[in-house]
């Protein structure tokens, strides 16, 4: 809604570029932080959505045996090669995170630990390493030891996070994939998910990712753990990241930080 006049308080109003709107009152954390990047950017016509950031990494590109010590996640659209779930942050954009979540994901693929696209879109999400899932079966120990380790986030040469607990990200529902039934005649074909987003837990306090950044996710593992990809399928790490897209910010926030200091 666009103000013609000085009806509304100034507190309410936010500038933007093509004039001022009425900023929503803020009765949860997601509007208080929309809000403030409305205030922050809409001045230089950079527009906030909510949006979400999606990044994957595989646990193995083939299934000859090799080692999990640290997982990896590109964060940038020009970074590596992209899958084709994934959604990343453009160079010309920041994102503010609000919260994250992390799964295994799994599914078939006719080149061991190598999906093609259409394999890719068919992904599972999981949110602990369940046995009775064939991606994920013999290695579900090994996967156990990323859940005892923990994720940090480095932004050129700060550490913004320096280590959250993996187990936070743990979810086990009260029915899992592969469990039979209480006749005995059938298997449950899914795990449960009882809550949008199972996993998710939330960033205090927010971090504003800057596409013209260095952005360095990664889980440590606790120590060297022996992995062998099942053969004719794909595991990977997935990391989302909610929060809010900020498009075309990301000059604009570097101009902002320069006048900080």
Not at 7 to 18: D, R, T, W
């Amino acid at each position: 809604m666009r103000l013609r006049s000085r009806s509304f308080p100034k507190g309410s109003q936010i500038e933007a570029l093509g004039g001022n709107i009425v900023a929503a009152k803020a009765f949860s954390r997601k509007q208080a932080v929309f809000n403030e990047k409305a205030m922050q950017y809409a001045r230089q016509g950079v527009i906030t959505t909510p949006g979400y950031l999606r990044l994957e990494t595989a646990l193995a590109n083939n299934n000859l045996a090799t080692s999990l010590n640290q997982i990896a996640f590109n964060t940038l659209d020009t970074s590596g090669t992209k899958l084709s779930t994934e959604r990343r942050l453009k160079l010309s954009d920041t994102f503010t995170v609000t919260s994250f979540s992390f799964y295994i994901g799994s599914a078939a693929s006719t080149v061991t630990g190598a999906p093609t696209a259409v394999e890719q879109a068919h992904e599972q999400l999981h949110t602990f390493p369940n046995i009775q899932v064939t991606g994920i079966g013999a290695n579900s120990t090994a996967i156990e030891a990323i859940y005892n380790g923990f994720l940090s986030l480095r932004v050129d040469t700060t550490t913004f996070l320096d280590s959250v607990p993996m187990r936070q990200f743990y979810r086990v529902g009260d029915v899992q994939q592969g469990t039979l039934v209480a006749t005995g005649t059938a298997v449950t074909n899914k795990s449960s998910w009882p809550a949008g987003m199972w996993g998710r837990t939330e960033l205090l306090p927010t971090i504003e990712l800057n596409g013209q950044a260095n952005i360095d996710w990664s889980i440590t593992l606790p120590t060297n753990i022996p992995y062998t990809q099942v053969a004719s399928t794909y595991t990977n790490a997935v990391l989302i990241l909610e929060g809010f897209l900020n498009q075309g910010a990301a000059t604009v926030q570097r101009g902002i930080q320069k006048k900080l200091r």
